[in-house]
């Protein structure tokens, strides 16, 4: 599986942004997916995740009510829509899967497949 974010960019706060995660692979409608994200100096933390139908979401208190995980697996590409955004958002963000990936797998070191992240700047 190979993924590929994007949709990154600067914006100021209380702005929007859509990331999109595009992947190519057969097998990609049968996993969950998940964002991470990383900022300068930080370790990688998980953001959201969807289950393979998507039927199931999962966020990371931090965005809860601001950010929605969605998918189109006809498209084989996963979304997320980023509302209200505060400059602590700002970072790398990055979509990954991997066989072992249920909607609630926060860990990084449990995906397998990364994309190569997009940069969200949040200006105050």
């Known amino acids: 599986v190979q993924l590929q974010a994007s949709g990154g960019g600067l914006v100021q706060a209380g702005g929007s942004l859509r990331l999109s995660c595009a992947a190519s692979?057969?097998?990609?409608?049968?996993?969950?997916v998940g964002w991470f994200r990383q900022a300068p100096g930080k370790e990688r933390e998980f953001v959201a995740a969807?289950?393979?139908?998507?039927?199931?979401?999962y966020y990371a208190d931090s965005v809860k009510g601001r950010f929605t995980i969605s998918r189109d697996n006809a498209k084989n590409t996963v979304y997320l829509q980023m509302n209200s955004l505060k400059p602590e958002d700002t970072a790398v963000y990055y979509c990954a899967t991997g066989e072992r990936v249920v909607v609630v797998t926060t860990t990084p070191l449990q995906y397998d497949y990364w994309g190569q992240g997009t940069l969200v700047t949040v200006s105050s």
């Open positions: 969807i289950s393979w139908g998507g039927g199931s979401t």
């Open positions: 692979g057969r097998t990609f409608s049968s996993y969950a």
